[in-house]
């Protein structure tokens, strides 16, 4: 991390995905995705986890190294940051359900970096940010129609 | 499989149990239309789009 400056680091996010046992389709297409994600300089990954949660709840993290064939992730791995500590699997391995494998990805927003520096330079803190859930926007528009619909 | 002698002892940098997140798929799912469902969320974030006050 040294070779960064602090002041031009983008955003760092984390996801947790989780695949359901018997609902697992791994072909490849991920991993070709996140490295074209990589490959183009729209996020730069800091760090992979592979969490097996079972059946009675027992929580078992892999690093992405010891996940088999890693086909086009490969060079990605060299690179990790390893930022997640031990402590950490357990409190993102929360969310899973008994059964599940997840794939946890940290990831600097490399897109976002340039807008972040200068909202900073201009003196700009952030001090809320977020996601909006489909769920909330889907809810939003059929409030509207309705709105519309009854006049109410 | 054990995890790199780097992550043990650190301080994480999660700081508290994350809860689960509403499973996107299941918004879009439901309802006679899935497709039509989609189309309307795309037409919410299209730029021209203007809050009703």
Redesign the interface.
């Known amino acids: 991390m040294s070779e960064y400056d602090l002041s031009e680091l983008g955003p760092v996010d984390?996801l947790?995905v989780e695949f359901p046992e018997g609902q697992q389709n791994f072909t490849g297409e991920i991993a070709e995705e996140l490295v074209r994600l990589a490959e183009a300089g729209t996020i730069r990954v800091i760090d992979i986890?592979i969490l097996v949660k079972d059946a009675d709840g027992n929580v078992?993290?892999?690093?992405l190294s010891?996940a088999g064939d890693l086909g086009a992730l490969v060079q990605l791995e060299t690179e990790l940051a390893?930022?997640?500590?031990?402590?950490?699997?357990?409190?993102?391995a929360?969310?899973?359900n008994p059964g599940s494998v997840a794939g946890v990805l940290v990831y600097e927003n490399l897109w976002a970096a340039p807008f972040a520096s200068a909202t900073r330079r201009a003196g700009g803190q952030l001090i809320a940010n977020g996601r909006i859930?489909?769920?909330a926007?889907?809810a939003?528009?059929e409030a509207?129609d309705e709105?519309e619909t009854t006049g109410a | 499989?054990p995890?790199?002698p780097?992550?043990?002892?650190?301080?994480?940098?999660?700081?508290?149990?994350?809860?689960?997140?509403?499973v996107?798929t299941?918004?879009?799912t439901p309802g006679p239309s899935p497709v039509a469902?989609a189309a309307?969320?795309g037409?919410?974030?299209t730029p021209g789009r203007r809050r009703?006050i």
Do not use: C, F, N, T
Not at chain 1, 60 to 63: G, L, N, P, R, V
Not at chain 1, 82 to 92: F, M, Q
Not at chain 2, 10 to 16: C, E, P, Q, Y
């Open positions: 984390y947790v986890l078992d993290a892999m690093e010891d390893e930022l997640l500590a031990a402590d950490d699997v357990e409190h993102l929360y969310a899973m859930p489909i769920q926007i889907i939003s528009i509207d709105l | 499989m995890l790199r780097a992550r043990i002892g650190r301080v994480g940098v999660v700081g508290a149990p994350v809860a689960k997140a509403a996107v299941a918004a879009v469902k309307v969320v037409a919410a974030v009703r």
